[in-house]
Structure formats: structure tokens, C-alpha cells
């Protein structure tokens, strides 16, 4: 429902700091709060490492939170969560009077600095709890739907594609083309997907040059990702993996520059893209004029360019 008249709980009072009888402090619901309401905002001090109390906004920034939310206690059952377009916190439950604000501590840290065990014995505990990072992947997935987009990025980093967790997925257009599509925000360096498919001793139309005398002939989804001379993606040609070359939003297409993986296509285009760096002609790095090469020399393919440097026509 949101808040009242735009007033937070903490603003209007509904919510506060208490002294427990041990001497510590808990963010506590002093009147009933209706789910929906928020609960306060998040305030504090920029760092560039997590610290006992941070909330982590991009992959090297945490914000060390002020009260009330330095006293919010964690939950494996929390009864708020984040809001990460306005980062407040939001109550997901009514909340009666005298309980706890919570909300789960491993939605918004990638690697806690001081990690815990947690003792609430419920069906759903996550025991240690010491950042996103160190969860099993059973607890992760779990977890994937509510937890920070700048956490869900760097787990991506790590683990898993863009394309298996559905942050990337093939879309048909209303011409009846297909196109590689982000869904969701997919953050710079992230895997996006694996090259796959049958070794193949010539080109095709869809093909990646992996040595000397073989290609991978791709299937979906590399198969529908297009070609751009100012791509978003690149090739990680040590994992043979394509990697988000920048940030990518959602709604737009996928693209990696096709001169980087193959010497000689087998199916030449015409680039219409009309950018100061288009390429105009797509046929393969094989065709590439000297200065042409030299733009794409930090992103080609080893293996076309030692096609190149043992002199192969």
C-alpha cells in the first residue's frame, strides 16, 4: 500500500529503536504495520569495502547504513526486504507490535565483512550466514528473486550465465526474426552464455573458428545473437564463453563482432549500421584492411590471428 501520505513507518512513528534488557538495540514495530507500508530509507556513508553494518550498492561500493536500519536484525524468514529502485526498506507481512523489523542479510552482500551463525532453527535457516557468495546452490536459487540486482550481477561473474538463470533469453519479432534479448539488467563482465554445438572442419553460417582447422557451427542462443561493430559482448576465448562487454539493459539486443571469431565467413553481409566504426563489409578478418584489424586486435580471437600471423589465404 505504500506509505502514509508518503511518510515512512520510522517517520511516522510506528516503528523505532529499542534498548533490549542485554544491552543491545533492535529496529522493533512499536504499533502494528500493514504489509506494503515502507518502512524507512536507506542513509549512511559511502566505502569502497563492506563493513559490519553495509548494504552494497555496485560491485565496489557499500553504503555503511545509519539508523534505524544499522539495528535491524537479519532473518531467514525476514518480514521486510529491500525496495532496490529507491533502496528502502519495504514490509512484505503485517507486522504486529513489539516484533522485530528483519530483512534477510545475504539479499544485500555479496561477501559480508563479519559473517554469523544464524540460531532460528526454522525450516528455511540458512545456518552460516557470511554473504550471497558462500551459499550452496540450492540456497542461492532460493534466494535469486529477492536478492539485490548488484548481488544477483557479481554472482553471475562467478557462476552462472545470464542465459540459464533467464536474465537473457531468444525473442521472435513481429517480422518474424529472432534476436539474443537482455531481460533484465545484465552488469559488465557477466557470462551471458556458452559456445556449444557440433565441430564442423569449414564455416557455416553461424559457425565460431575455435583452431586451425575447426568451427563450433552454434546453435541457439549464439545462433540469434547479431552482429554489431559496436558490440555490447565479447568473447572470453580462454572459457569460450561471450561476456557482457559493458552494461547491458534490458529490452536490448545482444551483439558481438563477428570479424573477431571467424578468418573467413562463409556468408559475407553488409553492415548498414552507418556508425563512425562500422565496418561496412562483413566477410571475415581475413578481409580486413590493416587499419580495420588494428580496432579490433584487444577483442579478435587468438585463432584467427594466428591465421593471420602464419600468412593463411
Not at 140 to 149: A, E, G, N, Q, Y
Not at 236 to 265: C, K
Request: with cysteine; proline share 4%; aromatic share 10%.
Amino acid at each position: 500500500m505504500g506509505s502514509f501520505g508518503n511518510k515512512t513507518a520510522y517517520e511516522l512513528g510506528l516503528v523505532g529503536v529499542e534498548e533490549q534488557p542485554d544491552g543491545s538495540f533492535a529496529f522493533t514495530a512499536l504499533q502494528d504495520v500493514a504489509s506494503g507500508m515502507t518502512i524507512c530509507h536507506m542513509q549512511g556513508d559511502r566505502l569502497p569495502e563492506a563493513t559490519r553494518f553495509t548494504v552494497q550498492v555496485d560491485k565496489e561500493t557499500h553504503v555503511d547504513v545509519q539508523a534505524p536500519l544499522k539495528y535491524t536484525n537479519h532473518s531467514c524468514e525476514a518480514n521486510c526486504r529491500f525496495d532496490f529502485d529507491t533502496w528502502s526498506l519495504v514490509a512484505t507481512q503485517d507486522i504486529k507490535a513489539r516484533n522485530f523489523i528483519t530483512f534477510n542479510y545475504l539479499t544485500t552482500e555479496f561477501d559480508m565483512a563479519e559473517g554469523f551463525v544464524c540460531l532460528c532453527r526454522k525450516n528455511s535457516c540458512i545456518g552460516e550466514v557470511k554473504g550471497f557468495k558462500h551459499l550452496d546452490d540450492k540456497k542461492k536459487r532460493h534466494l535469486l528473486d529477492i536478492v539485490s540486482p548488484v548481488v544477483k550481477g557479481l554472482h553471475i561473474l562467478e557462476t552462472e550465465s545470464a542465459h540459464d538463470l533467464g536474465m537473457a533469453r531468444v525473442h521472435q519479432h513481429a517480422d518474424g526474426t529472432y534476436a539474443f534479448m537482455a531481460f533484465t539488467e545484465i552488469p559488465e563482465g557477466s557470462i551471458i552464455c556458452q559456445v556449444t554445438g557440433p565441430k564442423r572442419e569449414t564455416p557455416t553460417r553461424y559457425s565460431v573458428q575455435i583452431d586451425h582447422a575447426h568451427h563450433v557451427d552454434v546453435g541457439a542462443p549464439l545462433k540469434y545473437t547479431n552482429h554489431s561493430c559496436e558490440p555490447n559482448a565479447r568473447f572470453d576465448f580462454t572459457h569460450w564463453t561471450l561476456n557482457a562487454a559493458r552494461d547491458i539493459q534490458p529490452g536490448e539486443q545482444i551483439t558481438f563482432n563477428y570479424l573477431t571469431t571467424e578468418f573467413d565467413m562463409a556468408e559475407a553481409f553488409d553492415c548498414k549500421c552507418s556508425k563512425e566504426k562500422c565496418f561496412g563489409s562483413v566477410r571475415g578478418y581475413k578481409h580486413l584492411d590493416e587499419e580495420a584489424k588494428k580496432k579490433i586486435e584487444d577483442i579478435v580471437s587468438p585463432v584467427v590471428k594466428m591465421h593471420q600471423e602464419n600468412g593463411v589465404a
